[in-house]
Protein backbone atom coordinates (compact mmCIF):
# COMPACT_ATOMS: atom_id res chain seq x y z
CA UNK A 1 0.00 0.00 0.00
CA UNK A 2 1.42 3.78 -1.11
CA UNK A 3 0.33 6.80 0.49
CA UNK A 4 -0.29 9.48 -2.02
CA UNK A 5 2.54 12.04 -2.89
CA UNK A 6 1.54 15.81 -1.63
CA UNK A 7 3.51 19.00 -1.32
CA UNK A 8 2.20 22.08 1.03
CA UNK A 9 2.26 20.03 4.24
CA UNK A 10 3.52 21.93 7.27
CA UNK A 11 5.62 19.30 9.07
CA UNK A 12 5.81 21.59 11.72
CA UNK A 13 3.76 24.22 12.76
CA UNK A 14 6.18 26.43 14.30
CA UNK A 15 6.82 28.39 11.14
CA UNK A 16 4.35 30.60 11.15
CA UNK A 17 3.99 30.88 15.19
CA UNK A 18 7.10 30.72 16.83
CA UNK A 19 5.84 31.54 20.12
CA UNK A 20 5.24 28.25 19.73
CA UNK A 21 8.35 26.43 19.36
CA UNK A 22 9.45 24.92 22.55
CA UNK A 23 6.06 23.42 23.44
CA UNK A 24 5.42 22.25 19.72
CA UNK A 25 8.92 20.15 19.96
CA UNK A 26 8.13 18.71 23.39
CA UNK A 27 4.94 17.94 22.13
CA UNK A 28 5.40 16.67 18.58
CA UNK A 29 8.23 13.74 20.17
CA UNK A 30 5.22 12.21 21.36
CA UNK A 31 2.35 12.92 19.31
CA UNK A 32 3.34 13.75 15.59
CA UNK A 33 2.42 17.00 14.70
CA UNK A 34 1.25 18.06 10.90
CA UNK A 35 -0.78 20.67 9.28
CA UNK A 36 -1.81 20.95 5.57
CA UNK A 37 -1.00 24.63 4.57
CA UNK A 38 -4.89 24.46 3.58
CA UNK A 39 -5.84 24.05 6.99
CA UNK A 40 -3.37 26.33 8.54
CA UNK A 41 -4.93 28.82 6.18
CA UNK A 42 -8.23 28.71 7.68
CA UNK A 43 -6.72 30.03 11.33
CA UNK A 44 -7.94 33.73 12.05
CA UNK A 45 -6.43 34.11 14.98
CA UNK A 46 -3.90 32.15 17.79
CA UNK A 47 -6.33 29.88 20.04
CA UNK A 48 -9.55 30.19 17.66
CA UNK A 49 -11.50 26.78 17.19
CA UNK A 50 -8.86 25.78 13.92
CA UNK A 51 -5.92 26.78 16.06
CA UNK A 52 -6.89 24.69 18.99
CA UNK A 53 -7.44 21.81 16.83
CA UNK A 54 -4.31 21.52 15.54
CA UNK A 55 -1.79 23.19 17.37
CA UNK A 56 -0.04 20.78 19.58
CA UNK A 57 -0.94 21.78 23.39
CA UNK A 58 1.39 21.52 26.51
CA UNK A 59 -1.71 20.11 28.02
CA UNK A 60 -1.41 16.91 25.65
CA UNK A 61 1.51 15.79 28.29
CA UNK A 62 0.31 16.68 31.51
CA UNK A 63 -2.77 14.21 30.80
CA UNK A 64 -1.87 11.29 32.35
CA UNK A 65 -5.01 10.30 34.44
CA UNK A 66 -6.22 8.46 31.51
CA UNK A 67 -5.66 5.63 28.96
CA UNK A 68 -4.10 5.34 25.60
CA UNK A 69 -7.04 3.29 24.31
CA UNK A 70 -10.34 3.50 26.91
CA UNK A 71 -11.98 1.59 23.73
CA UNK A 72 -9.93 -1.69 23.92
CA UNK A 73 -9.62 -1.74 19.31
CA UNK A 74 -6.13 -3.55 20.55
CA UNK A 75 -7.94 -5.92 22.64
CA UNK A 76 -10.93 -6.35 20.33
CA UNK A 77 -8.24 -7.26 16.76
CA UNK A 78 -8.41 -10.87 16.15
CA UNK A 79 -5.70 -9.53 13.40
CA UNK A 80 -3.78 -6.60 13.15
CA UNK A 81 -5.68 -3.65 11.69
CA UNK A 82 -8.79 -5.32 11.83
CA UNK A 83 -11.66 -4.07 14.89
CA UNK A 84 -14.56 -6.86 15.43
CA UNK A 85 -16.81 -5.18 18.05
CA UNK A 86 -20.11 -5.54 17.01
CA UNK A 87 -21.26 -8.85 15.08
CA UNK A 88 -21.95 -7.79 11.40
CA UNK A 89 -19.50 -4.89 11.34
CA UNK A 90 -16.15 -4.41 11.22
CA UNK A 91 -13.02 -1.57 11.27
CA UNK A 92 -10.40 -2.07 8.91
CA UNK A 93 -7.16 0.37 9.90
CA UNK A 94 -5.64 0.90 6.30
CA UNK A 95 -3.54 3.82 6.81
CA UNK A 96 -2.03 6.01 9.97
CA UNK A 97 -1.48 9.05 8.34
CA UNK A 98 -3.56 11.62 7.92
CA UNK A 99 -3.32 15.25 6.23
CA UNK A 100 -3.32 17.03 9.68
CA UNK A 101 -3.06 15.51 13.15
CA UNK A 102 -5.96 16.28 15.58
CA UNK A 103 -5.05 17.54 18.95
CA UNK A 104 -7.71 15.37 20.37
CA UNK A 105 -7.75 12.39 18.15
CA UNK A 106 -9.16 9.27 19.88
CA UNK A 107 -6.51 7.17 17.79
CA UNK A 108 -4.03 9.09 19.48
CA UNK A 109 -1.95 6.19 20.18
CA UNK A 110 -1.93 5.14 16.56
CA UNK A 111 -1.79 7.44 14.10
CA UNK A 112 1.52 9.23 12.90
CA UNK A 113 3.64 6.40 14.90
CA UNK A 114 5.64 4.85 12.60
CA UNK A 115 3.77 6.26 9.79
CA UNK A 116 3.43 3.43 7.33
CA UNK A 117 0.29 2.21 5.24
CA UNK A 118 -1.14 -1.20 6.34
CA UNK A 119 1.02 -3.45 4.32
CA UNK A 120 0.38 -6.47 1.73
CA UNK A 121 0.23 -9.32 4.33
CA UNK A 122 -1.74 -7.17 6.61
CA UNK A 123 -4.29 -6.32 4.12
CA UNK A 124 -4.41 -10.58 2.93
CA UNK A 125 -4.98 -11.79 6.43
CA UNK A 126 -7.37 -9.12 7.32
CA UNK A 127 -9.30 -9.72 4.14
CA UNK A 128 -8.80 -14.15 4.94
CA UNK A 129 -10.60 -12.84 8.30
CA UNK A 130 -13.49 -11.10 6.87
CA UNK A 131 -13.86 -13.63 4.26
CA UNK A 132 -13.94 -16.41 6.63
CA UNK A 133 -16.89 -14.47 8.91
CA UNK A 134 -20.08 -14.58 6.83
CA UNK A 135 -21.71 -12.21 9.35
CA UNK A 136 -19.64 -9.58 8.82
CA UNK A 137 -21.90 -7.54 5.84
CA UNK A 138 -20.55 -3.64 6.80
CA UNK A 139 -17.07 -2.56 6.51
CA UNK A 140 -15.29 0.75 7.57
CA UNK A 141 -12.30 1.87 6.08
CA UNK A 142 -10.66 3.71 8.72
CA UNK A 143 -7.27 5.00 10.23
CA UNK A 144 -5.68 7.07 10.15
CA UNK A 145 -7.39 8.58 6.71
CA UNK A 146 -8.17 5.81 4.38
CA UNK A 147 -7.84 8.76 1.42
CA UNK A 148 -4.05 9.48 2.47
CA UNK A 149 -3.82 6.04 0.39
CA UNK A 150 -3.04 6.72 -3.36
CA UNK A 151 -5.91 5.49 -5.43
CA UNK A 152 -4.08 2.07 -7.08
CA UNK A 153 -3.98 1.03 -3.17
CA UNK A 154 -7.55 2.20 -2.42
CA UNK A 155 -8.57 0.16 -5.62
CA UNK A 156 -6.75 -3.07 -4.48
CA UNK A 157 -8.56 -2.72 -0.77
CA UNK A 158 -11.63 -1.71 -2.04
CA UNK A 159 -11.31 -4.95 -4.71
CA UNK A 160 -10.68 -7.47 -1.94
CA UNK A 161 -13.68 -6.61 -0.17
CA UNK A 162 -15.94 -6.75 -3.33
CA UNK A 163 -14.84 -10.07 -4.06
CA UNK A 164 -16.31 -11.10 -0.74
CA UNK A 165 -20.41 -11.95 -1.23
CA UNK A 166 -21.47 -10.91 2.62
CA UNK A 167 -19.88 -7.52 2.40
CA UNK A 168 -22.80 -5.17 1.27
CA UNK A 169 -21.80 -2.22 2.24
CA UNK A 170 -18.63 -0.18 2.48
CA UNK A 171 -18.11 2.86 4.39
CA UNK A 172 -14.49 5.06 4.53
CA UNK A 173 -14.45 7.20 7.64
CA UNK A 174 -12.42 10.80 6.38
CA UNK A 175 -11.40 14.01 7.93
CA UNK A 176 -9.75 15.03 3.78
CA UNK A 177 -12.72 17.17 2.79
CA UNK A 178 -12.18 19.11 5.75
CA UNK A 179 -8.11 19.16 5.84
CA UNK A 180 -7.14 18.59 2.06
CA UNK A 181 -9.78 18.97 0.18
CA UNK A 182 -7.92 18.99 -2.99
CA UNK A 183 -7.56 14.97 -2.54
CA UNK A 184 -11.37 14.79 -3.64
CA UNK A 185 -10.31 14.76 -7.38
CA UNK A 186 -12.74 13.76 -9.90
CA UNK A 187 -10.35 10.57 -11.03
CA UNK A 188 -10.63 9.42 -7.11
CA UNK A 189 -14.48 10.19 -7.31
CA UNK A 190 -14.68 7.87 -10.49
CA UNK A 191 -12.72 5.09 -8.68
CA UNK A 192 -15.24 5.17 -5.88
CA UNK A 193 -17.95 5.29 -7.58
CA UNK A 194 -17.38 1.57 -8.85
CA UNK A 195 -17.28 -0.02 -5.54
CA UNK A 196 -21.21 0.99 -4.56
CA UNK A 197 -22.95 1.14 -2.39
CA UNK A 198 -20.65 2.83 -0.54
CA UNK A 199 -20.70 5.37 2.54
CA UNK A 200 -18.41 8.20 3.28
CA UNK A 201 -18.71 10.03 6.91
CA UNK A 202 -16.66 13.04 7.13
CA UNK A 203 -15.92 14.91 9.77
CA UNK A 204 -16.67 18.42 9.99
CA UNK A 205 -15.82 19.86 13.71
CA UNK A 206 -16.16 23.76 13.16
CA UNK A 207 -18.30 26.18 10.52
CA UNK A 208 -15.44 27.48 9.40
CA UNK A 209 -14.35 24.42 7.73
CA UNK A 210 -16.73 24.75 5.54
CA UNK A 211 -15.34 26.85 2.72
CA UNK A 212 -15.64 27.03 -0.52
CA UNK A 213 -13.09 24.27 -1.38
CA UNK A 214 -14.47 21.94 0.65
CA UNK A 215 -17.82 22.29 -0.58
CA UNK A 216 -16.43 21.59 -4.26
CA UNK A 217 -15.12 18.77 -2.28
CA UNK A 218 -18.04 17.55 -0.66
CA UNK A 219 -20.43 17.99 -4.42
CA UNK A 220 -18.17 15.87 -6.18
CA UNK A 221 -18.41 13.24 -3.63
CA UNK A 222 -22.15 13.73 -3.23
CA UNK A 223 -22.42 13.52 -7.21
CA UNK A 224 -20.76 9.90 -7.15
CA UNK A 225 -23.71 9.19 -5.72
CA UNK A 226 -21.97 8.67 -2.37
CA UNK A 227 -24.43 9.54 0.62
CA UNK A 228 -22.21 11.41 2.79
CA UNK A 229 -22.73 11.68 6.61
CA UNK A 230 -20.30 13.77 9.25
CA UNK A 231 -19.30 12.84 12.44
CA UNK A 232 -18.40 15.61 14.92
CA UNK A 233 -16.08 15.38 17.88
CA UNK A 234 -17.65 17.20 20.99
CA UNK A 235 -14.63 19.90 21.61
CA UNK A 236 -14.51 22.44 24.33
CA UNK A 237 -13.75 25.92 23.05
CA UNK A 238 -14.32 24.61 19.48
CA UNK A 239 -18.08 24.08 19.17
CA UNK A 240 -19.31 23.34 22.43
CA UNK A 241 -22.13 25.82 21.93
CA UNK A 242 -25.75 25.46 20.88
CA UNK A 243 -24.94 28.53 18.33
CA UNK A 244 -21.79 26.94 17.07
CA UNK A 245 -23.18 23.66 16.43
CA UNK A 246 -26.92 25.57 15.08
CA UNK A 247 -24.12 26.86 11.97
CA UNK A 248 -22.49 23.52 11.46
CA UNK A 249 -24.70 21.63 11.38
CA UNK A 250 -27.68 23.37 8.75
CA UNK A 251 -24.44 24.23 6.85
CA UNK A 252 -23.29 20.91 6.49
CA UNK A 253 -26.72 20.04 5.37
CA UNK A 254 -26.44 22.70 2.38
CA UNK A 255 -23.41 20.47 1.33
CA UNK A 256 -25.57 17.33 1.63
CA UNK A 257 -23.77 15.94 4.40
CA UNK A 258 -25.91 14.72 6.80
CA UNK A 259 -25.11 15.13 10.60
CA UNK A 260 -24.70 11.14 11.65
CA UNK A 261 -23.08 11.41 15.07
CA UNK A 262 -22.06 13.69 17.90
CA UNK A 263 -19.39 11.96 19.61
CA UNK A 264 -18.60 12.56 23.70
CA UNK A 265 -14.95 12.43 23.94
CA UNK A 266 -13.44 9.18 24.78
CA UNK A 267 -11.29 9.21 27.78
CA UNK A 268 -8.11 9.00 25.61
CA UNK A 269 -4.75 9.95 27.09
CA UNK A 270 -3.49 13.37 25.99
CA UNK A 271 -6.91 14.56 25.35
CA UNK A 272 -8.80 15.54 28.36
CA UNK A 273 -8.60 19.25 27.82
CA UNK A 274 -10.95 19.26 25.39
CA UNK A 275 -13.89 17.21 26.97
CA UNK A 276 -17.17 19.16 27.80
CA UNK A 277 -19.86 17.57 30.31
CA UNK A 278 -21.93 14.99 29.08
CA UNK A 279 -24.76 18.00 30.12
CA UNK A 280 -23.36 20.20 27.61
CA UNK A 281 -24.01 18.03 24.95
CA UNK A 282 -27.24 17.43 25.89
CA UNK A 283 -28.41 20.93 26.34
CA UNK A 284 -26.76 21.01 22.62
CA UNK A 285 -28.96 18.54 21.22
CA UNK A 286 -32.34 19.73 22.81
CA UNK A 287 -31.14 23.46 21.26
CA UNK A 288 -31.06 21.54 18.08
CA UNK A 289 -34.13 19.15 17.86
CA UNK A 290 -37.29 21.31 16.84
CA UNK A 291 -35.02 24.33 15.86
CA UNK A 292 -33.74 23.24 13.21
CA UNK A 293 -34.17 20.85 10.42
CA UNK A 294 -34.63 17.12 11.51
CA UNK A 295 -32.61 16.20 9.17
CA UNK A 296 -29.59 17.75 10.53
CA UNK A 297 -29.40 16.68 13.91
CA UNK A 298 -27.06 14.02 14.45
CA UNK A 299 -27.16 11.09 17.10
CA UNK A 300 -25.64 12.07 20.27
CA UNK A 301 -22.72 9.27 21.52
CA UNK A 302 -20.88 8.08 24.03
CA UNK A 303 -18.70 5.25 23.08
CA UNK A 304 -18.41 3.61 25.79
CA UNK A 305 -14.71 2.10 27.38
CA UNK A 306 -13.81 -1.03 27.35
CA UNK A 307 -15.16 -1.43 23.68
CA UNK A 308 -19.18 -2.00 25.04
CA UNK A 309 -20.09 0.36 22.08
CA UNK A 310 -21.90 3.22 21.58
CA UNK A 311 -24.79 4.46 23.54
CA UNK A 312 -27.11 7.50 22.43
CA UNK A 313 -28.40 9.87 24.40
CA UNK A 314 -31.16 12.00 24.27
CA UNK A 315 -32.11 14.91 26.51
CA UNK A 316 -34.51 14.19 29.58
CA UNK A 317 -38.04 15.15 27.74
CA UNK A 318 -39.86 11.92 29.01
CA UNK A 319 -41.45 10.94 32.29
CA UNK A 320 -43.80 7.67 32.25
CA UNK A 321 -46.46 7.22 34.48
CA UNK A 322 -48.43 3.66 33.94
CA UNK A 323 -50.10 4.84 30.32
CA UNK A 324 -49.57 8.57 30.97
CA UNK A 325 -46.36 10.09 29.34
CA UNK A 326 -45.46 14.23 30.46
CA UNK A 327 -43.60 14.98 27.24
CA UNK A 328 -41.68 18.51 26.95
CA UNK A 329 -41.64 20.49 23.50
CA UNK A 330 -38.93 21.93 21.61
CA UNK A 331 -40.69 25.25 23.36
CA UNK A 332 -40.12 23.47 26.40
CA UNK A 333 -43.86 23.33 26.78
CA UNK A 334 -45.24 20.00 29.03
CA UNK A 335 -47.95 18.22 27.54
CA UNK A 336 -49.65 15.12 28.66
CA UNK A 337 -50.06 11.97 25.95
CA UNK A 338 -51.91 9.42 26.93
CA UNK A 339 -50.52 5.96 25.17
CA UNK A 340 -53.81 4.11 24.31
CA UNK A 341 -53.70 0.68 22.37
CA UNK A 342 -56.50 -1.27 21.78
CA UNK A 343 -56.05 -5.27 22.00
CA UNK A 344 -54.86 -7.12 19.24
CA UNK A 345 -57.96 -9.24 17.80
C1 LIG B 1 -18.42 3.14 15.66
C2 LIG B 1 -17.98 1.81 15.33
C3 LIG B 1 -18.63 1.05 14.36
C4 LIG B 1 -19.78 1.58 13.54
O1 LIG B 1 -20.89 1.87 14.31
P1 LIG B 1 -22.21 2.40 13.62
O2 LIG B 1 -23.10 2.75 14.77
O3 LIG B 1 -22.74 1.30 12.76
O4 LIG B 1 -21.85 3.59 12.79
C5 LIG B 1 -18.19 -0.23 14.14
N1 LIG B 1 -17.15 -0.76 14.82
C6 LIG B 1 -16.50 -0.03 15.75
C7 LIG B 1 -15.36 -0.67 16.47
C8 LIG B 1 -16.88 1.27 16.04
O5 LIG B 1 -16.24 1.98 16.95
S1 LIG C 1 -8.18 12.97 10.87
FE1 LIG C 1 -9.22 11.55 12.27
S2 LIG C 1 -7.77 9.88 12.61
FE2 LIG C 1 -6.62 11.61 11.75
S3 LIG C 1 -5.85 12.73 13.53
FE3 LIG C 1 -7.78 13.69 12.94
S4 LIG C 1 -9.32 12.65 14.22
FE4 LIG C 1 -7.46 11.37 14.24
New binding site residues.
Given amino acids: MQYIKYNNVTSSCTTKYSDLHDCSKLVSARYPVRVTDYYAGLVRRQHDAIWKQCMPDVRELEDDSQCPDP?D?NV?SPVPGL????PD???LLVSNRCPVYCRFCMRKRHVGSGDAPMGEGELRAALGYIAAHSEIH?V?LSGGDPLMLDDKSLAKIMTGLRAIPHIAII?IGTRVPVTLPARITPELCNLLRTFHPLFI?THFNHPAEITASSTVACGLLADAGIPLGNQTVLLRGVNDSVETMRELVTGLLALRVRP??LHQMDLVQGTAHFRTSVRTGLEIIRGLRGHVSGLAVPHY?I?LPG?K??VALLPDDVSINGNTLRLRTYTGEEVLYEDITTPLE
Fill in positions: LELIHRYRVVDIRNYYVDGGK
